[in-house]
């Protein structure tokens, strides 16, 4: 099993920054692949980045490219995504992912074993 636990969120103004973190343990994630989602008020979880066991491949979902960077330390056994940009429509609880399948592709919320409780971010116009 692996329990994931996530921070670094909060409020934060239009064309701000936030990094999230997401903190494992249980296992080590080294042969995790690991991902981010986020879910908004009325709106379905959906994928927003994922990256392979050692960083080799990353994916982003379109309207974060060029903004939000996931990396990861297997060292520390976390995980991070760098937000910046922020807009108002980032707005949403953002949910650490992993699984230990190879990343081949964007996953799926369906594609991903295990869940943090998620991490509020508000960005304010």
């Known amino acids: 099993q692996v329990q994931l636990v996530e921070s670094g969120g909060g409020l934060v103004q239009a064309g701000g920054s936030l990094r999230l973190s997401c903190a494992a343990s249980g296992r080590t994630i080294s042969t995790y692949s690991m991902g981010w989602f986020r879910q908004a008020p009325g709106k379905e979880r959906e994928f927003v980045a994922a990256?392979?066991?050692?960083?080799?491949?990353?994916y982003y979902v379109d309207s974060v490219k060029g903004r939000f960077t996931i990396s990861r330390d297997n060292a520390k056994n976390t995980v991070y995504l760098q937000m910046s940009g922020l807009k108002p429509e980032d707005t949403a609880v953002y949910y650490c992912?992993?699984?230990?399948?190879?990343?081949?592709?964007?996953?799926?919320?369906?594609?991903?074993?295990?869940w943090g409780k998620g991490t509020l971010v508000t960005v304010s116009s």
């Open positions: 990256i392979s066991w050692i960083g080799a491949r990353t």
């Open positions: 992912a992993a699984d230990p399948q190879p990343l081949l592709r964007p996953p799926g919320v369906g594609g991903m074993d295990y």
